[in-house]
């Protein structure tokens, strides 16, 4: 289990390290001291699991996981216990308050190990776009061929579909989406959505070697920069 430490005070950062220091199974592989450090970091060496402060000077821990394309799984480590409930909206696995006490340490880790434990079994079958799907959202169910579907977007802990006219919300993550969709149709152009490579138009420059996709049904789709090179990668020959 690879993982970085992420805080702007260095003794903080020292202080985790002790606590850390004899932990089987787990390697600190960076430190930083601010969000753009931090994001830097997290590109070139892609830890399992952030320990991470909120409050920094400049950008804050929620802002740095609103940068990344995919978030590894994340502590937050803080002084404050008044974020604790938006930590939780953005997925943290735990929410520790300085002084970190040994043994809730302990705790937080073993769930980390359960849920890369977890992502390691055996996957599911990838669905086709050919696959069709029984969609529920309140009262209204469909039964949805996967080709028809042209956009899987985020919506808190939920994704919404969007087909025909329809927009439901299915309470899975797309993160879990990713998982289940085969690649080859279904491409993820950033954080927020997941598109269906054959409802592209046409694709056209955007800022900084990014790119936007214009899909069929009118929509505009902005691809990250990381993911514009998977992208140029996946339709090239």
């Known amino acids: 289990m690879r993982a970085i430490l992420v805080d702007d005070t260095k003794l903080a950062r020292q202080e985790l390290q002790f606590l850390l220091q004899?932990?089987?199974?787990?390697?600190?592989?960076?430190?930083?001291?601010?969000?753009?450090?931090?994001?830097?970091?997290?590109?070139?060496?892609?830890?399992?699991?952030?320990?991470?402060?909120?409050?920094?000077p400049g950008k804050d821990g929620f802002q740095l996981l609103e940068l990344l394309d995919e978030v590894p799984e994340v502590i937050f480590v803080t002084a404050y216990n008044e974020y604790a409930m938006k930590a939780f909206d953005y997925n943290a696995l735990d929410y520790l308050q300085k002084p970190v006490k040994e043994e809730r340490l302990k705790t937080a880790l073993d769930k980390v190990r359960s849920k890369l434990s977890d992502?390691?079994?055996?996957?599911?079958?990838l669905l086709s776009e050919n696959s069709q799907v029984f969609v529920?959202?309140?009262?209204?169910c469909w039964f949805v061929e996967?080709?028809?579907?042209?956009?899987?977007?985020?919506?808190?802990?939920?994704?919404?579909?969007?087909?025909?006219?329809?927009?439901?919300?299915?309470?899975?993550?797309?993160?879990?989406?990713?998982?289940?969709?085969?690649?080859?149709?279904?491409?993820?152009?950033?954080?927020?959505?997941?598109?269906n490579l054959k409802w592209i138009d046409r694709v056209e420059p955007w800022f900084s070697g990014s790119i936007r996709i214009h899909l069929r049904d009118g929509s505009i789709v902005e691809v990250s920069?990381?993911?514009?090179?998977?992208?140029?990668?996946?339709m090239s020959f």
């Open 146 to 195: 996967l080709k028809h579907i042209r956009i899987f977007e985020i919506y808190d802990n939920y994704t919404k579909i969007y087909f025909e006219e329809q927009t439901p919300m299915i309470p899975k993550t797309l993160n879990y989406m990713e998982t289940r969709l085969d690649p080859q149709t279904f491409f993820r152009a950033n954080r927020q959505q997941i598109i």
């Open 22 to 56: 004899n932990t089987k199974g787990l390697d600190i592989v960076g430190e930083a001291a601010n969000v753009d450090e931090a994001k830097a970091l997290i590109e070139q060496v892609h830890p399992d699991l952030i320990f991470l402060d909120i409050q920094m």
């Open 225 to 234: 920069r990381r993911q514009t090179l998977k992208f140029k990668e996946l």
């Open 119 to 125: 992502k390691q079994e055996q996957p599911k079958e």
């Open 136 to 140: 529920k959202d309140g009262e209204n």
